[in-house]
């Protein structure tokens, strides 16, 4: 093995053990950030508006410090999460699935819907044991399926890492596959994203109805600035989106660099 391929051998590990750590870094930081403005949330109160900070595990309320009602202040800062459900179901839209940040106090997720058991006539049916409406899951699929990938995100993350091990550890193989799946970490996240923004938006007959009937199916803004009724909307990448931009540039490398060690060994 000459100089060249010694050089290449050794670049190759050092930026795939870098990527490794982004991948890592990035399981833990917040990635994308959403937030709503309004007149009715004044800057005093809600600086950033009612803000909501997406990771790889779930969904977290976004607003840190700041005056939750005129007469209290908080170190915790206001419950954004909770608030930018209540605006969601106003118009009728499905509450937002939370992931491992679950109210674990709570006998279902958040995002369940209920409704009750109808006879032929319409009617509910009343349960002969306790009296009340037989009530039945009328949950949307998605949102279980959504829910399944955040709350097993960390085993996803955990199969990645161990994936990128083994690219190191194995010197005299390319094995590109274990460089590119968990490469691709901020792309996959860009696709869930945007898909659940399409369907929440395009989804909102929530049971029970919005107030404004008269809202079409949308698709909520994924980047950049935009509008729905009276709030502005605003949505960027946070820290954790650049960390997983890093880790696609630094295992990229790795993997140019190792496919140039094994050839120049040669």
Known sequence: MDTKSNKAALLYKVFGVIGLGLLIATYF??????ALQSRQYPKSMYPKGIRIEFKYDGVYNGCKGVKE????????????????????????MHPIVQGVNTDKSR????????????D??????????????IEIDVTPK?????????????YIF??????????IATPKKVNSLLAWIPALVPFYFILLFGYSMYWYGHHLSLHGGGAFSGIKPFMP????????????????PYIGFGTAVLTFITVMLSLLLKKKAIRDAK
């Open 29 to 34: 930081l917040p990635t994308w950030w959403v």
């Open 69 to 92: 009602r005129e007469e209290i202040t908080t170190n915790e800062g206001a419950e954004c999460l909770v608030e930018m459900n209540a605006i969601n179901h106003f118009i009728g």
């Open 107 to 118: 006998p279902y997720p958040e995002y369940y819907t209920f409704d009750t058991k109808k």
């Open 120 to 133: 032929a006539n319409g009617d509910d049916l009343i349960s002969t044991e306790t009296g009340k409406p």
């Open 142 to 154: 998605y949102l279980k399926f959504l829910d399944g990938v955040l709350r097993n995100s960390k």
């Open 158 to 167: 955990i199969l990645f890492g161990l994936m990128l091990i083994g690219f």
């Open 221 to 236: 803004t994924i980047f950049g600035e935009g509008k729905v009724a009276q709030f502005a909307t605003v949505s960027y």
